[in-house]
């Protein structure tokens, strides 16, 4: 197969379906793959740990690779707040603007 025939039968592939299935077999491993997180060996409480940990997870992001590039648009007072809607984590990154973005 040559590289470009390898390239277009990649870019059809409907990874959709491959995470709907890892997230009716094993949800919990498919956000982070370890071998405690599997089904087979998650008792309940183990799941409860799980959406325990986000926020921390959260809390550890390095924050620096973003708040450049937000900075150079004139976006300060930068902080990132975790959610947690139903047991879905996430991160909003709150700013405002408060100078005209620096060119470069």
């Known amino acids: 197969m040559s590289g470009a025939d390898a390239d277009a ?8 379906a491959d995470w709907r299935e890892l997230g009716g077999k094993n949800p919990y491993w498919a956000v982070l793959s370890h071998s405690n997180l599997l089904s087979d060996n998650l008792p309940p409480e183990r799941g409860d740990e799980f ?51 620096i060119s470069s």
């Open 51 to 101: 959406y325990a940990s986000g926020p921390s997870h959260i809390d550890a992001i390095d924050l620096s690779k973003i708040v450049r590039p937000l900075n150079l648009a004139g976006i300060e007072e930068i902080r990132p707040i975790s959610t947690d809607h139903d047991g879905y984590h996430g991160v909003i990154i709150l700013g405002r603007k408060t100078a005209e973005p």
């Open 9 to 16: 039968a990649l870019s059809v592939r409907d990874t959709d």
